[in-house]
């Protein structure tokens, strides 16, 4: 059995992972992987974003099942191009990836849906949208409608900041085309959940929920980053919540795309807010969410072959999908300067020993160097670690980070420390 991991960082890394450890021992390729990936699978010399390149490989060597990291091949539509050629693919089409792809398509479909969300008005004119800021409060959310690789949210907690942002979204071409429409939300306060919902275009099963760490430090200090570490499961994400999630989110907005004619199939990432108002959407992706991949796939107990067939043949059933018991952790080791500009080329040590320690070292930007494994990314490292609870997770995912060195390493020291006021 043949599988094509589309992809390069740290969720790639745990999805190879996962997949190499099926009973049907299927030969994995990745592209275009990294050094963690180089060491369970085959690497391809590939773009994630090639997708010309990805065709044309899997039209020679058909593999059984295509699986589709990132967003952006998802959104230029990688699924309906491998598709065309009679090859399944874990992974929307792109007119479902639109829900990540087009922000204001998103709240379209959610409000269509009756989904809950933040109140939002969707503008291409600056003028006009400046004068739209009269209906919101501060503080107020500008989001560039495309995709911005995580940098399109402005939180503007002044009108001057807002304008700023609209100007240079729509005006200076900040994020290209990315950025030639945008979204101004409501803001909505809480305590934020990730929940990736399997999808086969009508049944849903939910993964645990975890929670993400975005700020670079300590107590949720300093720039947004892609992510600086996750935990599953997450207390506040409540069974009420869970169900909550599926009956009212995931269940009405699959019936609304499917009434559009277009069947969501793969994962689709919730992004939400959870507080007073109850459980809101910020976002959907269209894919895994990174770091909280490397920390919820692990906990699958089951094949993760059969899962993710299914949801690209259309008959997911509950039973396919068994979990593991314990709580997960995972921190992210980045480099010095990370989420601003970062040195490439550093020597990476101490990878054998953290794994020593019972803890999974998956990488995100590695990679090979005269038979060294070397920095090659903002993240680098995240390292992942299960308990008996969250705490006996936290602490044994530190004693792995403790055994590995590079110039600069820079990581969170309170992953999860929201989660024991819970506990």
């Excluded at 700023?164 to 005006?171: G, N, R, T, V, Y």
């Amino acid at each position: 059995m043949k599988i094509l991991v589309i992809g390069n960082g740290g969720r790639e890394h745990a999805i190879v992972w996962k997949l190499a450890q099926d009973s049907r021992q299927p030969q994995i390729f990745c592209a275009p992987g990294n050094a963690g990936t180089a060491a369970i699978a085959t690497n391809l010399s590939i773009g994630a974003e090639d997708v010309p390149a990805i065709v044309a490989w899997a039209k020679a060597e058909h593999p059984d099942l295509v699986v589709v990291g990132p967003e952006a091949p998802l959104c230029a539509g990688v699924t309906d191009a491998l598709e065309a050629e009679g090859l399944k693919v874990f992974g929307p089409s792109q007119a479902a990836a639109r829900l990540e792809g087009s922000k204001s398509f998103s709240k379209e479909v959610m409000e269509a849906a009756g989904v809950p969300t933040a109140r939002f008005r969707v503008y291409t004119d600056s003028e006009k949208a400046i004068g739209g800021l009269d209906d919101f409060a501060l503080p107020v959310v500008i989001k560039a409608d495309g995709l911005a690789a995580g940098k399109g949210v402005v939180i503007a907690q002044t009108r001057a900041e807002a304008e700023q942002a609209i100007h240079e979204m729509l005006d200076e071409g900040r994020f290209g085309s990315a950025g030639a429409e945008v979204v101004i939300e409501e803001f909505l306060d809480g305590e934020e959940a990730s929940v990736f919902a399997l999808c086969d275009g009508e049944h849903v099963v939910l993964l645990p929920a975890a929670q993400d760490h975005k700020r670079v430090f300590d107590h949720d200090e300093g720039p947004n980053t892609g992510g600086m570490g996750a935990y599953t499961p997450a207390p506040i994400a409540t069974h009420d919540v869970m169900v909550f999630t599926k009956e009212k989110i995931v269940l009405p907005v699959l019936q609304e795309l499917r009434r559009r004619g277009i069947p969501y199939k793969g994962v689709l990432f919730c992004g939400l807010m959870i507080g007073k108002r109850g459980v809101n959407v910020l976002e959907f992706n269209c894919r895994f969410g990174d770091p909280e991949t490397e920390v919820v796939v692990p906990s699958i107990a089951s094949d993760f072959v059969p899962i993710l067939m299914a949801c690209a043949e259309g008959n997911l059933t509950d039973d396919l999908v068994s979990l593991r018991a314990e709580a997960a952790t995972t921190i992210v080791m980045a480099a010095p300067g990370y989420p601003g500009s970062y040195p490439k080329g550093l020597e990476i040590t101490g990878l054998e020993e953290a794994e020593a320690t019972g803890c999974h070292v998956f990488h995100a930007g590695t990679a090979q160097k005269d038979g060294k494994i070397v920095t090659a990314g903002g993240r680098v490292l995240t390292v992942t670690a299960f308990g008996k609870d969250l705490r006996d997770a936290v602490g044994l995912a530190y004693e792995g980070v403790s055994k590995i060195h590079f110039e600069g390493a820079h990581y969170r020291k309170d992953i999860a420390a929201k989660a024991f006021k819970y506990l």
